[in-house]
């Protein structure tokens, strides 16, 4: 049943953890609360929304003076399956990595390297959520999305989805169109397992050598060893996207800095790595003169809430880096989080 709260704190809807709030927040449960909320409000595209999972990747500039919808259907069921794999339908309001748990707990492959990513199944497809070498893409079959117009059901395929780094098509001909209710992933009963990245190997073999289970539990040792944890320090992840360059402006950097992080990037582009360069402009553990907001000081492509820090706060260290990063390599550098003015 559609819950609507008035006046609704987002504080716990927000991995920043600010002290936000939204004019109403509507708790989703099914395509008929959508059609409940048009009926009331008219065409849901033509007001001020935003569809809000965990917050993990959000960050609130100000109150929010629209409606929040926020999906709370959760679950998990087999759709088929045959010897080689099973379809698994997950609900929007699904924590992520409980999916992931019980994916490794059914020896299902495919989202292992996804471990501990905070946030919710809906998000999956928007934000094609990556590490360690996969993405969400990789496993997704199909979105199963509620038009915001006239609460009409359809299904997306992989792709119609349109997935890229951290994109989709509902961050573009789709964005705030449609609300993912329910996505269905491709799990294989014969996984191929994807190591190579970073340290990852040598903490499976710590565990015994890759099987799923070795290969989850290698990634949540690595990210709780790397990441602070939003619930005692606010933060979204990666604050910036990773730039890519062309090959000849690659040569000339490193020409310059010889130790300077790149990655191939495909189609003779190269992705140069954004926290290598804000370390290398000396900003790790940088604060803004309030210390309520600064770059970790492990992590310099993760921007945290300090204790206190506003929308504003934080956006303004964002600022500092970028400019300080466009100085320096004359390479601008994008936000991979959402800022909500
Ligand atoms: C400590 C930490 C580590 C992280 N590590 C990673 C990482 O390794 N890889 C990675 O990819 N990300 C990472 N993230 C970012 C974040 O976890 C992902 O972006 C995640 O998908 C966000 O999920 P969410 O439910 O909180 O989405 P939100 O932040 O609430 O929303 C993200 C976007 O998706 C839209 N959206 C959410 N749900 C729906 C829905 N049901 N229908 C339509 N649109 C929807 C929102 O409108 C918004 O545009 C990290 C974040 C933190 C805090």
């Not at 993405?135 to 199963?144: M, P, Q, T, Y």
């Not at 990210?223 to 933060?235: A, I, W």
């Amino acid at each position: 049943m559609l819950q609507i709260i008035e006046n609704a704190r987002l504080k716990d809807l927000n991995s920043f953890g600010l002290d936000v709030t939204a004019e109403q927040l509507c708790i989703y449960n099914s395509p008929d609360d959508i059609r409940q909320l048009i009926s009331q409000n008219g065409d849901l595209t033509n007001k001020r929304i935003l569809i809000l999972g965990g917050g993990c990747n959000i960050l609130f500039v100000n109150n929010f003076d629209g409606m929040i919808i926020h999906p709370a259907n959760s679950g998990i069921s087999i759709e088929s399956e045959t010897d080689d794999y099973c379809l698994v339908k997950a609900g929007a309001g699904t924590v992520w990595d409980s999916l992931v748990e019980w994916a490794v707990e059914h020896n299902l492959g495919g989202i292992e390297n996804l471990s501990l990513i905070p946030g919710t199944v809906g998000a999956s497809p928007v934000q094609n959520i990556g590490a360690y070498g996969r993405e969400a893409k990789d496993a997704i079959e199909s979105v199963n999305v509620v038009s915001l117009s006239d609460g009409s059901l359809s299904t997306l395929s992989n792709a119609d989805c349109k997935f890229g780094y951290r994109d989709s098509v509902f961050k573009h001909e789709l964005k705030d169109k449609y609300l993912v209710d329910s996505v269905v992933y491709r799990l294989s009963k014969k996984p191929q397992f994807v190591t190579h990245y970073g340290s990852l190997s040598g903490e499976i073999e710590k565990l015994g050598g890759p099987s799923l289970r070795t290969i989850r539990q290698a990634i949540i040792n690595i990210r709780n060893s790397k990441l602070p944890d939003p619930k005692v320090l606010g933060n979204v992840g990666s604050f910036f996207k990773n730039p890519t360059v062309g090959a000849e402006e690659a040569e000339m950097l490193i020409a310059q800095y010889p130790d300077m992080v790149t990655y191939p990037a495909g189609e003779g582009r190269v992705k140069i790595a954004a926290g290598w360069m804000i370390d290398h402009c000396g900003l790790k553990g940088y604060t803004n003169a309030a210390k309520t907001a600064g770059v970790h000081t492990n992590q310099a492509l993760v921007l945290v809430n300090l204790g206190g820090a506003t929308g504003k706060d934080i956006v303004a260290v964002a600022r500092h880096v970028q400019n300080s990063v466009a100085n320096e390599f004359g390479i601008k550098i994008e936000p991979e989080a959402i800022i909500i003015d």
